[in-house]
Every structure is written in C-alpha cells, then in structure tokens.
C-alpha cells in the first residue's frame, strides 16, 4: 500500500530564516504531488504540483519555491520566511481523482 | 461567489441524532466530487466520494444533485466519534497544466456530537 511521509512535523523559524520541507511516497511510481497549505480558519490553497521529476507548477506567486528531485520525493522551500508563511503544510499524491494526504507540517513562523 | 462553499457551522448533535451537510459548488462543468475528514490538527482523509446515483458507507449517505450544483452528506446515528471537521471537495472539471488534477477544497463544516 502507498504511505506518505512528511518531516519534520512542527517547526518554530524566526521571520527571514529559510525553509526546507520535505515529502516522501512510498508504494507507488511517477505519482502527481501536490503541496497545500491550510491557513488558521481557512481552507486548503494549493500552492505546487509536479507530474514528474523536475517539473514543478505554481498555482500562486509566493516566496515560496518546489523541487522535485526524485520521483518519490518532493520539496518544498523558501530563501526567507515572511510571517504570513506561517501555517499547516500538506504534501498529496493522487491517483485518477482522489487525493491521499501526508501528515503535514506545521509551521509557525515568529 | 466561492468556488465550493458550506456552512462552516458548528454543528452541535447529541449522540445518536442525524445530522446533514449541504456543499454547493459554482462549475457546472464539474466531474467528480468527495467528502473528507479532518480532525484537529491533522491531515484531511477521504471519507467518500460522491457517485451520480448516491451512495451509502455505513452510517454515511452522499447524494448528488447536479441540476441545483450541490452535494450533501448524511450522518446516521451519530457517534461522539465523528466529531471533526468535513471538507466538501470537488474536481472543477479542469485539469492543471501539464497534467494531475486540480481539486478545490470548501473551507468545511465542523461537527460536535456531544453526550
């Protein structure tokens, strides 16, 4: 069975510090990632997806950026971290429509 | 108008009560539709998704009604259990570029069932 893995899972960054999330899938090959954040009270924003390695798509201009250096692993960075980064931070794989969720990341940034 | 919007409640239940969701999306051009669950503080996990004709899991009933634009999901004999938050999610009936399928999430309806 396919599992989703995301680390680390809480992580506290001082304003213009940088960032690396990381999201690993297992059981599955050439899986489409996404990356969402959920911001307090709203809903889930997408912010990347990649249909494969080395191809990233942005939904929303950001200081946010996405790597996807292997196939079953996708990354989620930023130079400097503003306050509105701060929020949870979900990595999706998906088969034909539905998508399956890793645990997240919650970032709080001060 | 939002693209998918519900209710975001809450809604508070004794236990054993029924309760329902309504969800109405914007695209009449959409294809598929999903109820997931979000606990607090955690990953949104798919619940069920939507079929034209209705479908039941257990306690759970989702229906269709693609004339109006709305989806709803039912929950029988409510469990203290079920309390969380249910995201209504639909694929707008377009693809992203390059690939994948861009799914659009409503802000949820948060559930209470109390003793």
């Known amino acids: 069975s396919q599992t989703i893995h995301q680390w680390p899972a809480t992580l506290v960054q001082p304003v213009g510090s940088p960032l690396s999330l990381e999201c690993t899938v297992e059981g599955t090959s050439n899986p489409n990632l996404y990356w969402y954040r959920q911001a307090a009270g709203r809903g889930l924003q997408l912010l990347f997806y990649s249909v494969g390695i080395g191809q990233i798509s942005s939904e929303v201009p950001q200081n946010l950026s996405a790597s996807r250096p292997q196939d079953r692993q996708f990354i989620l960075s930023s130079k400097k971290l503003l306050l509105s980064d701060s929020g949870f931070y979900l990595c999706?794989?998906?088969?034909?429509?539905?998508?399956?969720f890793g645990p997240g990341t919650r970032l709080t940034v001060l | 108008r939002k693209e998918v919007e519900q209710d975001p409640g809450p809604f508070n239940v004794p236990e054993g009560a029924t309760v329902a969701f309504n969800c109405t999306y914007s695209n009449s051009a959409s294809q598929s539709f999903f109820w997931y669950r979000q606990d607090c503080r955690k990953e949104p996990k798919l619940l069920m998704s939507?079929?034209?004709s209705g479908n039941e899991d257990g306690r759970f009933t989702a229906q269709l009604n693609r004339a109006s634009q709305y989806i709803s999901l039912l929950i029988r004999d409510s469990k203290l259990s079920d309390s969380a938050t249910y995201l209504c999610v639909v694929n707008m009936g377009y693809g992203l570029t390059g690939g994948g399928n861009k799914l659009t999430f409503g802000t949820g309806t948060q559930l209470k069932v109390e003793l």
């Open positions: 999706a794989w998906t088969t034909s429509f539905e998508q399956f």
């Open positions: 939507v079929y034209s």
